[in-house]
């Protein structure tokens, strides 16, 4: 067992033993819950190594099994599967919780927003049903066109490149419309954001510039809240001398995507295979609580 699993096994027992069952339920939805708090554990150490290790969950299953692992001993590969579909829709809760005591938050000067595509399927690969379901984008460059079926992820990051907030969405959700939902992405605004130009529109200027003007006034703070992002071409407005010096911190960033979408990473992001909806998720999100223990 390598540190980062020992220290995500730590955590979580910390944190889903503190919790109630009603609270447990309500996250996985449902009205009745036979398991107890170790087989929780037991399943999300599971999902947690099946992201570590970058191997099926049937080859872990299988090595496991020959291994004589006692809580695997009468359970079958169908209802395994089940109970981590099941149990896969705490991952958000973990992250945010984990988060929480290791003090990981949106920095008082400088933070960044991006979005990356997350491919799980080859182009070779995407059918009709992919296209159907909206989880196809096209993409040109150099005049060539290319299709990817996947999801993309949302990220906050603070200047001490650390994940504070991260979302799992439609792969065809525009940057732009994030912050219209003002109400719920204002939460994790504080000093100054940097964002790409996917972020910037004037509706979305207009809303910010008008929240950070409120909050800077209500609470005179020291380090007053700003949005950087290039302006649209038709704007004709440019980023001023010391905005550009700022917004070029804004690469963190995208090593950040290079690091966990690399093929050789540590952390890598890996959201392929024929699994369910949750379980993808909760890989997003494991993948991610790696990345923030490697950096504390």
């Known amino acids: 067992m390598n540190i980062i699993t020992q220290k995500f096994k730590k955590l979580s027992k910390e944190i889903i033993f503190s919790m109630k069952k009603k609270e447990i339920?309500?996250?996985?939805?449902?009205?009745?819950?036979k398991f107890s708090n170790n087989d929780i554990m037991n399943y999300v150490c599971f999902i947690f190594e099946h992201s570590v290790v970058q191997k099926t969950i049937k080859s872990m299953y299988k090595n496991m099994k020959k291994e004589n692992i006692t809580w695997l001993k009468n359970l079958t590969y169908h209802n395994l599967l089940k109970n981590i579909r099941l149990f896969s829709k705490l991952f958000k809760y973990l992250f945010n919780q984990i988060n929480k005591k290791l003090l990981i938050s949106p920095s008082k000067l400088l933070n960044m927003v991006d979005t990356t595509l997350i491919p799980e399927k080859q182009a070779k690969f995407i059918h009709q049903k992919d296209w159907k379901q909206n989880r196809v984008t096209t993409r040109v460059k150099d005049n060539i066109t290319t299709h990817v079926c996947g999801s993309k992820g949302l990220i906050f990051m603070n200047k001490f490149n650390q994940i504070y907030h991260a979302e799992l969405v439609n792969i065809n959700y525009s940057d732009h419309?994030?912050?219209?939902?003002?109400?719920y992405y204002f939460q994790f605004l504080k000093g100054i954001l940097l964002a790409d130009s996917g972020f910037s529109c004037k509706e979305v200027r207009h809303r910010l510039e008008n929240y950070f003007s409120n909050m800077?006034?209500?609470?005179?703070?020291?380090?007053?809240?700003?949005?950087?992002?290039?302006?649209?071409?038709?704007?004709?407005?440019?980023?001023?001398?010391?905005?550009?010096?700022?917004?070029?911190?804004?690469?963190?960033?995208?090593?950040?995507f290079q690091n966990i979408k690399h093929n050789y990473s540590n952390n890598k992001l890996n959201l392929s295979g024929n699994y369910s909806k949750s379980i993808k998720q909760a890989k997003f999100y494991s993948t991610l609580i790696q990345y923030n223990f490697s950096t504390t």
């Not at 339920?25 to 819950?33: A, E």
């Not at 419309?177 to 109400?183: E, G, P, V």
């Not at 004709?236 to 804004?250: H, I």
């Open 25 to 33: 339920k309500s996250i996985l939805q449902r009205d009745r819950l």
């Open 177 to 183: 419309n994030f912050f219209k939902d003002s109400a």
């Open 216 to 256: 800077n006034s209500i609470f005179k703070q020291k380090e007053k809240l700003h949005f950087i992002s290039p302006y649209h071409y038709k704007q004709k407005l440019k980023l001023n001398q010391k905005e550009s010096k700022l917004y070029k911190y804004r690469w963190r960033i995208e090593t950040l």
